[in-house]
């Protein structure tokens, strides 16, 4: 298998100015290990986990972790992951890169970056829940086949707000949406209340673009920004 879910990959040029967003959103830092080079962080609102990288990376990136990486690249392979970077030497922090059809970007670590640290159940971001990391695509069916690889289930299609299918897993959950106004990777939030959260999130200084499908009413649904371009999409599920 590709390995365990780790981060979502962003390249933040200014790490000070995005890492404020994000805790100003109600993420929380994580310590991290001194893997990179470069300034680094982490931050997480217990479902979903985003690394800060102030350093240029195709972005933003599913990362995973698989130990002895450098053992299993024959494996990988097989699952017809095409490699773009190898970096598996000896004397470095071995680590691959790819991408799935619709060109999604993907990293592959041998170790973790930080530890993982405990967060409550009950506990949620402004954003509201975390559903899924969605990505933009024309067609479902190569998408669906490449993940299926790798453990993801396709539910069903849904139609309610506009095309798009989710595939689930024990650490990452992924969605293929078929929408001309989705161009870029989003973050997608919902709570039954989205109404409330917006009016407190503009309350608050936070600009609402309506960079979304047409059928989503934009009194109760919006797209914010994080300064690295990172793109969060609040919706209201349909009752």
């Given at each position: 298998?590709i390995?365990?879910?780790?981060e979502?990959?962003?390249?933040?040029?200014?790490?000070?100015?995005?890492?404020?967003?994000y805790?100003?959103?109600?993420?929380?830092?994580?310590?991290?290990?001194?893997?990179?080079?470069?300034?680094y962080?982490?931050?997480?609102?217990?479902r979903?986990?985003?690394?800060?990288?102030?350093?240029?990376?195709k972005?933003?990136?599913?990362t995973?972790?698989?130990a002895?990486?450098a053992?299993?690249?024959?494996?990988l392979?097989a699952l017809?992951?095409?490699?773009?970077?190898?970096?598996?030497?000896?004397?470095?922090?071995?680590?691959?890169s790819?991408h799935?059809?619709?060109?999604q970007?993907?990293?592959i670590?041998e170790?973790?970056?930080?530890?993982?640290?405990?967060?409550?159940?009950?506990f949620?971001?402004?954003?509201?829940?975390?559903?899924?990391?969605?990505?933009p695509?024309?067609?479902?069916?190569?998408g669906v086949?490449?993940?299926?690889?790798?453990?993801?289930?396709?539910?069903?299609?849904?139609?309610?707000?506009?095309?798009?299918?989710?595939?689930?897993s024990?650490?990452?959950?992924?969605?293929?949406?078929?929408?001309?106004?989705?161009?870029?990777?989003?973050?997608?939030?919902?709570?039954?209340?989205?109404?409330t959260?917006l009016?407190?999130?503009k309350?608050?200084?936070?600009?609402?673009?309506?960079?979304?499908?047409?059928?989503?009413?934009?009194?109760?649904?919006?797209v914010?920004?994080?300064?690295?371009?990172?793109?969060?999409?609040?919706?209201?599920?349909?009752s």
């Amino acid at each position: 298998m590709i390995g365990r879910f780790l981060e979502i990959s962003v390249y933040a040029p200014d790490i000070l100015a995005s890492l404020a967003f994000y805790e100003s959103l109600g993420f929380q830092q994580i310590t991290v290990n001194e893997t990179w080079t470069y300034p680094y962080a982490v931050i997480t609102d217990g479902r979903l986990t985003v690394g800060l990288h102030q350093h240029p990376i195709k972005s933003p990136s599913l990362t995973f972790v698989k130990a002895d990486l450098a053992r299993h690249t024959d494996e990988l392979r097989a699952l017809d992951l095409v490699f773009e970077q190898e970096h598996l030497g000896g004397d470095e922090f071995n680590e691959i890169s790819c991408h799935d059809p619709n060109g999604q970007h993907m990293r592959i670590l041998e170790a973790r970056t930080f530890s993982p640290i405990d967060v409550s159940p009950t506990f949620s971001s402004m954003c509201g829940y975390f559903v899924e990391y969605g990505i933009p695509v024309k067609e479902f069916a190569e998408g669906v086949q490449f993940w299926d690889r790798f453990g993801l289930i396709a539910m069903e299609e849904d139609t309610s707000l506009f095309d798009r299918i989710s595939l689930t897993s024990d650490h990452l959950n992924l969605g293929l949406h078929r929408s001309r106004a989705l161009r870029h990777p989003v973050l997608v939030f919902e709570d039954d209340d989205m109404h409330t959260r917006l009016q407190l999130l503009k309350h608050r200084g936070f600009e609402l673009s309506d960079e979304m499908p047409d059928a989503l009413d934009a009194d109760r649904n919006a797209v914010i920004i994080a300064p690295e371009g990172t793109r969060f999409l609040l919706m209201q599920p349909v009752s």
